[in-house]
C-alpha cells in the first residue's frame, strides 16, 4: 500500500509567482475523495480566490490517480437523508466558485467524483496514462457532482451518454479527442506543464483574467444573445482599469506591460 509521507490530506504549496498548487494526499486509497478531504479543498478554494497574491490555481493528485471518486466506503451504508445533510454540494460550489482560474493537472485515475472534480477547473492538462470515465453506475448510483451536466457540456450527449451508462474510463487520447482535456503530456511532465500555462496567466492582468472565466462560464448557460451582452459589457468594464490603460500604452511604446491587478 503506498504510503503517505506528509500525513495532510490536502497539501497547499506556491511553487512559482502568483501560483498555487493544491496536492490531494491519500496515496493509500487512489486519493478517494472522503468528506475530509472536501471540506479542505473547499476551504482552500475559497481561501485561494480571496488572496489577491495567488492569480491561479493548480490542483492535482499523485503519478497514480488525480482522484478515484467519491470515498466508497464512507458512503456504502449511508442513507438518503443522510447523503442530503452532508450538503456536498455547498463544497463542490466553492471550488466552482473559485475567481481565479484553476488548472487540473491530472495523472492516472480522474473517476467518479474525480472525474467530476477535474471538470471544475477551467483548464485540464493530462499525462498520456490518465483515465477518465464516470463508473458510478456500476456500484449503483449515478454521477452527483456535474458527471451528467459538465461532462455533456464538454463531450456533448452521445460521447457522455456512452461514458456514463457503461462506466467505462477513457484514455487521455480519447478524452481529448472528444473534448474532455486540454493537452496532453508525457506523464512526467503533467505537473510541470500546467505549473508553466498557470505562470503564464499569473503574468496577465488579473481583472481581465477573472472577466474571461465568469463571463465564458456564465455565458455557456445563457441564450447567445445575452451571453454576447454580458461579454461586451465585461470588455466595457475593463476600460475602466488601470492595467487595460497600461496594456495598451506598454504595447505603443514597445516595452513589456506592468500589470498591477487595478
Ligand atoms: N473509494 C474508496 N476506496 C477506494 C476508492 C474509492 N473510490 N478507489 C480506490 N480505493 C481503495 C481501494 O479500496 C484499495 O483499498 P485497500 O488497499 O484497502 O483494498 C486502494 O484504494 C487501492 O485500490 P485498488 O487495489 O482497487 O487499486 P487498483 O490499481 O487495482 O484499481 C481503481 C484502481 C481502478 C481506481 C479501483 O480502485 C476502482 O475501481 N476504484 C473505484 C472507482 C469508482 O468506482 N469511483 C466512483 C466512486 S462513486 C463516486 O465517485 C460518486 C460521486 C458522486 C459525487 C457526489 C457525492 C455526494
Redesign the pocket.
Known amino acids: 500500500?503506498p504510503k503517505r509521507e506528509n500525513m495532510a490530506e490536502v497539501l497547499v504549496e506556491r511553487p512559482r509567482e502568483g501560483v498555487a498548487l493544491v496536492r490531494i494526499n491519500r496515496p493509500?486509497?487512489?486519493n478517494?475523495?472522503n468528506m475530509a478531504v472536501r471540506r479542505l479543498l473547499a476551504e482552500e478554494f475559497r481561501r485561494l480566490g480571496e488572496n489577491a497574491e495567488v492569480r491561479c490555481v493548480v490542483l492535482t493528485g499523485n503519478d497514480?490517480?488525480f482522484a478515484?471518486?467519491?470515498?466508497?466506503?464512507?458512503?456504502a451504508d449511508a442513507g438518503a437523508i443522510e447523503?442530503m445533510l452532508?450538503g456536498?454540494h455547498r463544497l463542490?460550489q466553492a471550488i466552482a466558485d473559485c475567481p481565479k482560474p484553476v488548472i487540473a493537472a491530472v495523472n492516472g485515475?480522474a473517476?467518479?467524483?474525480?472525474c467530476?472534480l477535474a471538470m471544475h477547473a477551467d483548464i485540464i492538462v493530462a499525462g498520456e496514462s490518465a483515465r477518465f470515465g464516470q463508473?458510478?453506475v456500476?456500484?449503483g448510483?449515478m454521477?452527483?457532482?456535474g458527471?451528467t451536466q459538465r461532462l455533456t457540456r464538454a463531450v456533448g450527449k452521445f460521447q457522455a451518454m456512452k461514458m456514463v451508462l457503461t462506466g467505462r474510463p477513457v484514455s487521455a487520447a480519447e478524452a481529448l479527442r472528444m473534448g474532455l482535456v486540454s493537452e496532453v503530456t508525457p506523464d512526467a511532465q503533467v505537473v510541470e506543464t500546467a505549473l508553466e500555462m498557470a505562470e503564464t496567466i499569473a503574468a496577465m492582468p488579473p481583472l481581465a483574467v477573472m472577466q474571461i472565466k465568469e463571463v465564458l462560464l456564465a455565458g455557456q448557460d445563457a441564450s447567445l444573445g445575452a451571453a454576447l451582452m454580458l461579454e461586451r459589457k465585461a470588455l466595457q468594464l475593463l476600460y475602466d482599469s488601470r492595467d487595460q490603460k497600461e496594456g495598451m500604452r506598454a504595447f505603443i511604446e514597445k516595452r513589456r506591460a506592468k500589470f498591477v491587478g487595478k
Open positions: 500500500m493509500e486509497v487512489k478517494a475523495l497514480a490517480a478515484a471518486g467519491a470515498d466508497i466506503k464512507e458512503m447523503m452532508r456536498t463542490w485515475y473517476l467518479g467524483g474525480g467530476e463508473p458510478e456500476r456500484v448510483i454521477p452527483g457532482a458527471g
